[in-house]
């Protein structure tokens, strides 16, 4: 594939309202990396106010208002990348903003379902931004800040100098017992090494295994009993008895599903096969062979909230091969 014709990487911007993501944003219009971005702001209320926050720019901001993203606007999310693709001017990477009170998963879904975007874009990742000194009283009663920081790739943790070190621990520590898996960077005003949350693949399993080998041999972990984690693993599986499952699965429990990945060795199939999925949205596919020295195991980790965990690990299991 030629450069011309390579996806564009895209990265989600989310965080609960007052956590920094403009400010994060501005930092990465602002900064010297001789990259060009499409920005696109998305707020909820008919008056917008973020865009206006945004550093003036070479950047072409494409603001989405009356809607939250992650619902009633996707449609207007899938028209707006599709007509940045037939641009002729062409740019380096899209962002994109969602509102305080977005849920990340069906954005990402958009990358799932549209077949235009899919082919012409790569999600590389979901960057969460939370404040460190309000983010145990936005867990206790927004279920959004939980599912913002459940679905990251990578997490800012920022505001970091307003808390103490006690404080800062506990923060961490509830962050992990949500998403034990996302990359945590402290910062203060979001200052952070733009190579760390951008063009990461983070979004891509091989990519997350290469930096964090145990990333699907963690232990389970909970949060309140509202959103969990856990980890199956396994030998050589079935095909069609996993393909079958994994189906129902994503069905009947779709909705609360807020992200699956996995890395399957198939009986007599030489390569390794990895999914990923998006509430009901699963996709998959061979990513390369089996090392020689390399285990073949079957590994998949589910991060949901109220999900019939004893049943997945049944239904796992019976797709032995």
Sequence with gaps: MSQAAAPIPVTVLTGYLGAGKTTLLNRILTEDHGKKYAVIVNEF????????????????IFQMNNGCICCTVRGDLVRIIDGLMKRKGRFDAILIETTGLADPAPVAQTFFMDDDVRAKTRLDAIVTVVDALNLAKRLDDSPEAEDQVAFADVILLN????????????????????????????????????????????????????????FLTEDNHRHDDEVRSISLEAGDLDPQKFFDWIGQETQTQGPNILRLKGIMAFKDD??????????????GDHQREWKADEPRRSRIVFIGRDLDWAGLKKGFEACRA
């Design 270 to 283: 030489p390569e390794r096969y990895v999914v990923q999925g998006v509430h009901q949205i699963v996709e």
């Design 159 to 214: 505001k970091v100098d307003l808390v103490s070190a006690d404080d800062l621990k506990r923060v961490r520590a509830e962050i992990r017992a949500i998403n034990p898996y996302a990359r945590v960077i402290e910062t203060e005003r979001c200052k952070v090494d733009l190579g760390e949350v951008l063009d990461r693949g983070a979004f891509d399993l091989n990519r997350i295994l290469s930096v964090e080998p145990t």
């Design 45 to 60: 209320g008919e008056t917008g106010i973020d865009n206006d926050l945004v550093v003036d720019t070479d950047e072409e």
